[in-house]
């Protein structure tokens, strides 16, 4: 079964703009959330990453925002720049786990 | 310094044919592990390689799949008989800590058509 869920498989931004991408997850022993990017023809690369304990991180562009009750994250980047277009992967772990679960993905792309 | 490496980066095969895909880690990194994705689906957890403790193979889909990983470090995943619904892309990644707490490095994967 699907523990994480992405259900926009794509979005389309303009550059300069806001993109938010959504992710729910349903194991509540989850703990720690990431979200990786990849390209075309390249392995996902780690972008950023929230543990539990907190409700925001930033980095840069990029802010992961957690709402544990309702268990949902989500990813903004602001602005969005043309270098951003790629499938945004949303993946989750337990604590005391090492498997990753991942979402399907968003592919983003941001218009000029 | 060098990332995860795959080979090879492409492979068609006949249906009923073996495969091997190779893996090599980061240097250093202790935990190894292979997913695979389909078209249209996440990335879906076949095996994990952590030091010399036994792997967790939970994830492989049928016997037809093994792995190893020789000496703490090369893995390759072998595939028998391969049919075409194990047609998908297969990445392995390495890292430094068991948990997932600690960031996974993706190699480029191997696009795998049985055909």
């Known amino acids: 079964d699907q523990q994480v869920k992405q259900n926009s498989p794509s979005l389309s931004v303009q550059e300069g703009r806001i993109s938010i991408l959504n992710c729910d997850y349903t194991n509540s022993m989850f703990d720690y959330f990431l979200w990786y990017k990849k390209y075309p023809a390249e392995g996902p690369t780690f972008l950023i990453s929230?543990?539990?304990?907190?409700d925001k991180n930033e980095d840069g562009r990029f802010t992961v925002f957690l709402n544990k009750s309702a268990k949902h994250l989500s990813l903004h980047i602001v602005p969005s720049q043309p270098g951003d277009s790629a499938v945004y992967f949303c993946?989750?772990?337990?604590?005391?786990?090492?498997?990753?679960?991942f979402g399907a993905g968003t592919t983003v792309t941001v218009r000029a | 310094g060098a990332g995860v490496s795959q080979s090879p980066s492409n492979k068609v095969t006949e249906k009923g044919k073996d495969v091997e895909l190779r893996c090599d880690p980061i240097s250093g990194h202790t935990a190894l592990y292979w997913y695979r994705q389909s078209l249209g689906q996440g990335l879906e957890f076949l095996i994990y390689?952590?030091?010399?403790?036994?792997?967790?193979k939970s994830g492989l889909p049928s016997d037809r799949f093994s792995a190893e990983r020789t000496g703490g470090s090369v893995s390759t995943l072998t595939i028998q008989r391969t049919q075409q619904e194990d047609s998908a892309v297969y990445l392995c990644a390495s890292s430094l800590a068991v948990t997932g707490a600690y960031e996974q490095y993706f190699g480029p994967g191997t696009r795998l058509t049985v055909t």
């Open positions: 993946a989750a772990s337990g604590s005391n786990d090492y498997k990753l679960s």
């Open positions: 929230i543990s539990s304990i907190k």
């Open positions: 390689f952590q030091g010399n403790s036994a792997p967790d």
